[in-house]
């Protein structure tokens, strides 16, 4: 597998004034191969936008590195970039938000072919737009409607061609989905999907929960208040899910098969999520872990392969620690 993009211990603090930070990545690192989706989950604040705004370079990252195809993006100057960013592009949740309800679905998806000067005439650049209107299973006659003439699942698939207009090769979904139907959903997935079959394309897909992600991503990662917890193949992270945090995720979705339903660990969520400006000591989730010890306070769990391709932050997992007794008993449902 061939690495398109290196995320290397990403750091993206803001300084929110009298002296706070807000901690909202902290040292994460991933990477996506080629032509593969990778997933990253976790609920709204953890940093998922974050990571994705700083590797379009839309944020300067406070430490660490983004490599793409071998380039060290934040680095590369301005003509550099102009020519990266090309390549990569972003959909964002609300596709109404993200498309100027004063232009015409036509204007929209040319914008960008307008910026990088792809086409000498109109007429090349308006059979391009119809082009990728049928390519996201709307037509050329929908070129002079405004976005708001259109449902959400449509206006997601014009908010997808003004994505693909440049022929990008990486595309970050930014909870591309969340703001749908469930019924419409699986349409913009499985139009997602024939996409990146067709066009070769890489996906950044970040979701709030793992139910649709299952079945578009080939790895997921897993974060919580800042901090990657969790990353494997989507199905060792559904089978086998390691950290408390994404067996909780895992606990929310329905499953429809009344075997697995019962051998699951069932993990209910309390409390709320702490502040990043003021994240607790030690291991971040402690505060809502049923399985928390006295160390989880204490020591910041190490980042570990604990099987092959399966990394987890959690000291359930840690050979260092001798006493896993929990604080409390744990409200686990089996
Ligand atoms: Fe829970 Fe401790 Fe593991 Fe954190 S390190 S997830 S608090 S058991
Ligand atoms: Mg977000």
Redesign the pocket.
Known sequence: DEKLLEVNQLKKHFDVGKGKVLKAVNDVSFYVNKGETFGLVGESGCGKSTIGRTILGLYDKTEGDVIYDGLDVHSLTEKGKFKIYRKMQMIFQDPYASLNPRSTVREVIAEPMEVHGLFKTKREQLERVYELLEEVGLNRDHANRYPHEFSGGQRQRIGIARALALEPEFIIADEPISALDVSVQAQVVNLLKELQVEKGLTFLFIAHDLSMVKQISDRIGVMYLGNL?ELTSSKALYDEPL???TKALLSAIPIPDPDIEESRERIILEGELPSPIDPPS?????TR?????E??AEVQ?PWQEVEQDHYV??????NEVED?T?LKEPAVQR
């Not at 872990?289 to 010890?293: D, G, I, L, Y």
């Open positions: 917890v950290h408390p945090y030690g291991c971040v989730f402690r872990c049923p399985f928390a010890m160390v989880c769990p932050a959690c000291h359930l997992y840690n896993k929990p």
